[in-house]
T-cell receptor, first 111, second 116 residues
């Protein structure tokens, strides 16, 4: 799977949009971009994934650049409960291919 | 059930003892995964079960670790002769499709294992 690079930490003001970047410059054509988050003392939680088109669900939006070498996860109105470590993962859709978690970005939402 | 259930939530054991950790996946989920997370570290893949296929054990760190999945549902992770470096949070996840590619993985809250 392609390696991803994320900032170690970020702050965001409550109520503002949180934009979390991820670089995956070596991504191959059949690799998807996944985002998970892990709130303190809980297991990771699936957020969203995409291949090349932008995606939106009730939790977040995923913006993937045209060359697919980077992406941004957007939480439109961050709340204190969104404080967590956010993991960007790229992987091939393959039954034998497990999620590999890197260091992620620690997002702190502040009042 | 509504989510992935793991038990116990906390386990303290003496070095050298055996422990069993249990995972109840979401009903109908065919794929089940075990990960562990040491303090302040990322998640480390341990083992993967898919239906009736032979499990992928490639992540198990030593032969002291083993896992079973009975009847395609409940799974038990066993650690024999525990060592202090086994202390970690052990996380179980399940997915509706084989690779978690459509709906992602659903994780439990984990079992915090402390070996003293």
């Amino acid at each position: 799977d392609a390696k991803t690079t994320q900032p170690t930490s970020m702050d965001c003001a409550e109520g503002r949009a949180a934009n979390l970047p991820c670089n995956h410059s070596t991504i191959s054509g059949n690799e998807y971009v996944y985002w998970y988050r892990q709130i303190h003392s809980q297991g990771p939680q699936y957020i969203i994934h995409g291949l090349k088109n932008n995606e939106t669900n009730e939790m977040a939006s995923l913006i993937i650049t045209e060359d697919r070498k980077s992406s941004t996860l957007i939480l439109p109105h961050a709340t204190l409960r969104d404080t967590a470590v956010y993991y960007c993962i790229v992987r091939v859709h393959n039954a034998g291919n497990m999620l590999t978690f890197g260091g992620g970005t620690r997002l702190m939402v502040k009042p | 059930g509504a989510g992935v259930s793991q038990s116990p939530s906390n386990k303290v054991t003496e070095k050298g003892k055996d422990v069993e950790l249990r995972c109840d996946p979401i009903s109908g989920h065919t794929a089940l995964y075990w990960y562990r997370q040491s303090l302040g570290q990322g998640l480390e893949f341990l083992i993967y079960f898919q239906g009736n296929s032979a499990p992928d054990k490639s992540g198990l760190p030593s032969d002291r670790f083993s896992a079973e999945r009975t009847g395609g549902s409940v799974s038990t992770l066993t650690i024999q002769r525990t060592q202090q470096e086994d202390s970690a949070v052990y996380l179980c996840a399940s997915s509706q499709d084989p690779a978690g590619q459509v709906y992602g993985y659903t994780f439990g809250s984990g079992t915090r294992l402390t070996v003293v």
